[in-house]
């Protein structure tokens, strides 16, 4: 087997700059540094991942645990923590914590066992347990599409990374009241969850701008699921004055509504208009297409990656929140004709 020592001598130099190439521990002359790759590459040489972090302290690993990892947003973004990560030369421990705050809390312990670098984390509605091992342990930690509401003068501050999610909402509602509509309808995700909670802002901002009034019977929960969402649908059809229009809030849910029209026998967008959060591959597809906001799944991804390793660089560093902007995919299921082109209209994003 191939050890540091036959680079060394390969490529003319000490093991220590060997060393120093793999573990970028101190600054190494170019020409240096290449005939040391050169070296490696020659000899066929895998560095030892396991005793060099033995030496740094650093596993260059980076946990993510994300819940409903087969949900197409939560792919995106995990498809973008990937190629940053991979980019930077991390590699990724993945867990799914199902949603569930007992096995959150048990993943990001198995995961910190193992010694990653950093976390990142799309937490639960309820991460109390999540927020206080990640702050005892001192667990350098990115937060993920849910934000966490930290007060100002309280202990541990993460990190964070999201969607904008109010303002597309209200755009979604806004473009349905300048069809006519006057009974829209939301079916709002899990209770506990910021999204859910800015969803519904948002949806509130939309009414009041277009002059409509707030009926809470228009606002039902579909718990973020194709389940929840077929009930909560059913409900809103059983109403003495049913809506007009839907704007669901999630893409799971958007599954949930349709199957539910279907079932009733309603058509989109002739006895319904639909709008929905979450632009998917085959929302294209469907006839009517769908109206929806695109999140930047794989933009949500990559920045945190980045942003938890500036945490690393710079422990110290205040926290940031970084909210990017989503797109319009104005399409044909809130009841417009057909458009010549689908154009991505962009949304605004903020950073604090
Ligand atoms: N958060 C934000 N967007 C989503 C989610 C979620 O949990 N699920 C599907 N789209």
Request: net charge negative.
């Amino acid at each position: 087997m191939t050890t540091m020592a036959d680079v060394a001598r390969s490529a003319g130099v000490s093991v220590a700059t060997v060393s120093h190439v793999l573990n970028g521990t101190r600054p190494v002359l170019p020409h240096t540094r290449q005939a040391v790759l050169d070296a490696m590459d020659a000899l066929g040489y895998t560095p030892n991942t396991l005793a060099r972090s033995l030496v740094t302290s650093r596993t260059r690993s980076i946990g993510l645990a994300v819940s409903a990892i087969s949900n197409p947003y939560f792919t995106e973004i995990l498809q973008g923590v990937e190629a940053a990560a991979v980019e930077e030369g991390y590699s990724l421990l993945i867990a799914d914590p199902h949603d569930d705050p007992l096995h959150e809390r048990k993943v990001v312990q198995l995961l910190h066992e193992r010694r990653v670098d950093g976390m990142i984390v799309a937490p639960s509605a309820n991460p109390r347990d999540l927020l206080a091992y990640l702050g005892r342990h001192k667990v350098p930690a990115v937060l993920l599409d849910r934000l966490v509401d930290f007060p100002a003068d309280g202990p541990a501050r993460f990190d964070q990374v999201c969607a904008e999610s109010a303002a597309p909402v209200s755009r979604l509602v806004t473009h349905l009241a300048g069809l006519g509509h006057r009974r829209i309808a939301l079916i709002a995700g899990r209770p506990g969850l910021s999204t859910t909670a800015e969803r519904i802002s948002g949806y509130g901002d939309g009414l009041a701008s277009a002059g409509l009034d707030h009926d809470e019977d228009l606002v039902v929960h579909g718990h973020s699921e194709s389940a929840g969402a077929e009930p909560a649908t059913a409900r809103l059809l059983a109403l003495a004055s049913p809506p007009t229009a839907l704007v669901t809030a999630n893409n799971a849910m958007t599954i949930g509504a349709l199957r539910a029209l279907r079932d009733h026998g309603l058509s989109v967008p002739g006895d319904m208009a639909l709008c929905c959060f979450d632009d998917f591959a085959w929302a294209d597809l469907f006839s009517p297409r769908l109206t929806a906001i695109a999140q930047p799944g794989k933009e949500i991804g990559a920045r945190a990656v980045r942003m938890l390793l500036d945490r690393l660089a710079a422990p110290e560093r205040a926290a940031r929140t970084v909210r990017l902007p989503c797109a319009f995919m104005h399409r044909t299921s809130c009841g417009c004709p057909e458009q010549p082109l689908t154009p991505r209209t962009p949304l605004e994003g903020t950073l604090s």
